[in-house]
């Protein structure tokens, strides 16, 4: 297993969450980090990507909301998710991409609801 989320669960619109992701079994830091996540019925879209020298990447409707990290010694990948709304709702997925070599998550589901 490569990549391992934690830190999903119940909230109510306005919350935080903090998302963790820990890698293992290739170069962290060689590898490009994303967030995904798919809400019921709906296509798996990219959230959040931070790339090898920690340039980062959100999707319109997360900007000023989620920030995204990375810790290389300890391979480790963060999503902060604030001002959670119901929208924000479904299964979030960490990925690495390395020149292509792509590897997924088991996924971590983020309920937000009143």
Same mark, same amino acid.
């Not at 991409?97 to 009143?114: F, I, K, M």
């Given at each position: 297993v490569q990549l391992v989320e934690s830190g999903g669960g119940l909230v &109510?619109? #306005?919350? /935080?969450?903090?998302?963790?992701?820990?890698? +293992?079994s290739f170069i962290f830091s060689l590898a490009m980090l994303n967030w995904y996540r798919q809400a019921p019925g709906k296509q798996r879209e990219l959230v959040a990507s931070i790339s090898q020298d920690s340039s980062t990447?959100?999707?319109? /409707?997360?900007? #000023?909301?989620?920030?995204?990290?990375?810790? +290389?010694? %300890? %391979?480790?990948?963060y999503l902060q998710m604030d001002s959670l709304q119901g929208e924000d709702t479904g299964v979030y997925y960490c990925n690495r991409? @390395? +020149?292509?070599?792509?590897?997924?998550? &088991?996924?971590?589901?983020? @309920?937000? /609801?009143?």
């Open positions: &109510q619109p #306005g919350e /935080s969450l903090r998302l963790s992701c820990a890698a +293992n990447h959100y999707a319109d /409707s997360v900007k #000023g909301r989620f920030t995204i990290s990375r810790d +290389n010694a %300890k %391979k480790m990948v991409d @390395t +020149n292509g070599v792509q590897s997924w998550g &088991q996924g971590t589901q983020v @309920t937000v /609801s009143s």
